[in-house]
Structure formats: C-alpha cells, structure tokens
C-alpha cells in the first residue's frame, strides 16, 4: 500500500531519518515503536507528504508521491496526531466535517455519515455541538478519528494518538480501536512508545533506533529473537508487557 524506498530526512545536519526502506501491507495493522526522537514521526509525515525526503522515494500503491499528486493522494490518506489537533474555535461536528464542507459534498450525506462515525466510535449525538475544551480527552480523540475518517480514506495514519490519556480511557479505547480496524479492514500506520500497545494493536512492529529500523516481526519474533540487544532492553524497560 505504501513503500519508502530508501528514504531519509534531513533537517539541516541533523538526520531524523537515515536510508530507510519499509513496506505497508493493505489492510494490516503496522506499529512504529521506539524511544523519541528515533525517526516514527518522521516516517509518517513522509508517508502523507508533509514532509519530502531529503533522497529516496515514498510510494502510495506504487506512485510516487510528489508535490503534483500530494494533495489528491491526502484525501485517501485520514491523519490523527496526540490531543486530537482539533481547532478550537469549532464545535465537535464542524472538525468532522471541515473537509467534507471543503470538497462541496451534499450536506444531507455528510450528515448521514457523522451519525455513522458516531455509532462507529461511540461518541455521543448530543456531544456534537459542543466545543474541544467541553470534551474529555478520550472524547476529543474520537473525533479526532472521525474527522480522519469522515472521506472513508483507504489509510490511517495515527501519531500517538492515545499518548495524552489516562491508563483507563487509553485500555477502552485501545480495545474500540482494535474493533474499529478489524471492521474496517483499513491498512493503519499507528507511532507509539508502549510495547504492550504496539504488540496489543499491530499485526506487524517495527522497533527504530536513532533513525534507523533494527527489526520487523510480531512481538514474540521480538522478544525471542531480538535482532540488537537494544530490543531486549527496550522490551525489558516495558513493565505492562508481563500481562501479555
């Protein structure tokens, strides 16, 4: 679904990114797991063009992403970041909406699908009107996701998306996220630092270091056949693990 093909960033001097190659299977669940600053992030903002590699090439179902098709291959990309990124100014069914309005689809179906992305994602009808900062966290980050998926893109691109939660609001959602991707079948792109998360949610982990990715596999390729020794101390550093 989309393949980064040697691809590296450049800030400057500084390499968030070194020569990376990484294929994302359809309709799988993808974990980009590692400690910060090791180039997760990076990787998705690659992915959905707001950044350009410094060299190599990022592919969308094998066409390369560039400033001419950027904006078109967006709409078939939904994008959530940690807190939700919602615009403050407006209500909860206005930042589902927002493109929806944009690209002039009919009123009466854009309305059709928030009530089926409510159903989807458990959020309440009557919190619709309400604004960011009368939401819970766990609120604001399903709208969040139904603002990602209110074109019904073909990926999810999720940066931490459950970071900024409490420990119970994070284990519900991680358990609705789980059931929204299973009915789906979306291919997800998901950046996390919790292993037990990563390995709860993922059909596939990728462990990166400084840049770099040390190892692919599911967790139990991880944990017993780790590829660098930082992957059993990263594993290790995971005290929620010794419930999986």
């Known amino acids: ?109 854009t309305q059709q699908r928030l009530s089926e992305l409510c159903e989807l994602t458990r959020f309440p009808e009557d919190g619709l009107s309400r604004y960011p900062v009368e939401l819970s966290g766990g609120q604001r980050q399903r709208v969040s996701l139904m603002r990602a998926l209110v074109l019904n893109p073909d990926v999810l691109l ?21 059931e929204i991707f299973r009915s789906l079948g979306k291919t997800v792109v998901l950046v996390t630092h919790d292993m037990a998360e990563a390995a709860y949610l993922g059909d596939q982990i990728v462990v990166l270091k400084e840049g770099r990715i040390i190892q692919e596999g599911t967790l139990d390729d991880l944990r017993e056949r780790p590829s660098d020794e930082f992957i059993s101390e990263f594993i290790s550093a995971q005290r929620s693990l010794v419930q999986l």
């Open 158 to 178: 999720l940066d931490e998306p459950l970071g900024a939660l409490d420990p119970m609001v994070r284990a519900s959602l991680q358990t609705e996220l789980k």
């Open 1 to 109: 679904m989309i393949r980064l093909d040697n691809a590296s960033k450049r800030f400057g001097d500084a390499v968030a990114l070194h020569p990376t190659s990484l294929t994302i299977q359809p309709t799988q669940t993808t974990v980009l797991i590692g400690p910060s600053g090791c180039g997760k992030s990076t990787i998705l903002r690659l992915m959905n063009g707001l950044l350009e590699p410094t060299s190599g090439d990022v592919e969308f179902e094998g066409q390369r992403v560039s400033k001419n098709n950027v904006l078109e291959l967006r709409r078939r990309i939904g994008y959530v970041i940690q807190d939700g990124g919602l615009f403050p100014h407006l209500t909860a069914s206005q930042n589902v909406t927002l493109m929806a309005k944009h690209l002039a689809i009919p009123v009466d179906e």
